[in-house]
């Protein structure tokens, strides 16, 4: 097996790690309440057909773990026997279902269903499967993205999933544009900066250019250096507004779709991308060391900046029904992402 045939399934265990830690996490948000109901953990499997359901949940229940079974399928590819990758993810997906359903007895908030089960062990199988047919070629994809496009850098492989990851950032239309790492309501913290409206403007500025610096600079490192890399770059960071806007528009409303476009966020973006024209040319350690330095300050802002005025009005359609699990999700990977990737920069830096 070819050097980047390996990276290509090494990115698959990533993705599939990552993959599972977010479903977890989802299925049983907002860890809180927790009690014992009396019932038995294994009741649920006896219960009958719910009386509350909508045909949204149930493919929700599906489609979640269908990137199980795929990821999985791929991460387990390499195995002499070619059906123990599927039957493996197949039999993962399952356990993993019904072992958060048993914990959800001890959350008010949770209940747990038969239904769900089924659902999550279809959407696994039906991602195991669609992994066994198509994972030869997507694996053949993957490494021929790798040849011509990803550097032959240290760590890509986890490079690439942060990547994947930060694109939950923006969906969050409660948070300022690619805002991240706010630690204060998990620390149950008050902003340390009264509200003021010139400053806030300046602080959500500040956000953005600084995000929008440091994930350019990292998109950088990772794409090979041609004058294609001078494309992708702007390009990752138009998906990611591109993430924003499409977020805002079914969680909110279409009439709310360019909300985050304030003149913060506006002013941000372009200090953020012409610093970014500037540095790109660089040589890849000052490149790294100026992508850690906006990281870090970035983190820092966003935990002194006030709370913004818009929240209230989205967390109105964001908290409710099934976007609870959702809203859970994109709010650890904001808070977690600048943490996770700070050290895979200095990582990287290091292995140089």
């Not at 009741?43 to 999985?72: C, H, I, K, M, S």
């Not at 991240?180 to 309501?185: F, K, N, V």
């Not at 500037?278 to 906006?294: E, N």
Request: hydrophobic share 55%; charged share 10%; with cysteine.
């Amino acid at each position: 097996m070819s050097d980047h045939a390996r990276s290509a399934i090494v990115l698959a265990r990533y993705l599939a790690l990552a993959w599972l830690g977010l479903v977890i996490y989802g299925s049983l948000h907002p860890f809180s309440g927790w009690r014992d109901s009396g019932i038995s953990p294994l009741a649920f499997l006896e219960g009958g057909w719910p009386r509350y359901w909508t045909a949204f949940d149930l493919a929700v229940n599906v489609a979640v773990y269908l990137p199980f079974g795929f990821f999985f399928t791929l991460a387990l590819s390499t195995q002499r026997w070619r059906w123990i990758g599927p039957v493996a993810a197949v039999l993962l997906a399952a356990l993993t279902s019904f072992s958060l359903e048993i914990v959800q007895n001890w959350l008010p908030s949770r209940v747990p269903s038969n239904v769900d089960l089924a659902c999550n062990m279809l959407g696994g199988l039906l991602g195991a499967s669609a992994g066994q047919i198509l994972g030869a070629h997507v694996l053949t994809r993957i490494t021929r993205m790798q040849q011509h496009l990803i550097a032959p850098v240290s760590h890509a492989e986890l490079g690439l999933t942060l990547l994947v990851l930060w694109l939950l950032v923006p969906l969050s239309p409660e948070t300022l544009l690619f805002g991240a790492g706010d630690l204060r309501q998990i620390l149950g913290l008050a902003g340390a900066v009264p509200f003021a409206a010139d400053s806030f403007v300046k602080m959500e500025a500040g956000i953005t250019a600084l995000n929008t610096i440091a994930v350019g600079l990292i998109v950088r490192w990772l794409v090979v250096r041609t004058a294609w890399s001078y494309i992708v770059v702007p390009l990752f960071i138009f998906l990611g507004l591109l993430v924003r806007t499409l977020a805002t528009s079914i969680l909110v409303g279409p009439h709310e779709a360019l909300s985050w476009l304030t003149p913060g966020s506006q002013s941000g973006l372009a200090w953020g991308l012409l610093v970014l024209l500037v540095s790109l040319p660089l040589p890849a350690t000052p490149r790294l060391m100026l992508a850690a330095l906006s990281l870090m300050a970035a983190t820092v802002l966003v935990n002194l900046v006030p709370p913004n005025p818009y929240s209230p009005a989205a967390l109105a359609a964001w908290r409710q029904g099934h976007f609870l699990n959702f809203n859970g999700l994109t709010r650890l990977v904001a808070t977690l992402w600048p943490f996770l990737t700070l050290p895979f920069l200095f990582l990287t830096t290091r292995r140089r």
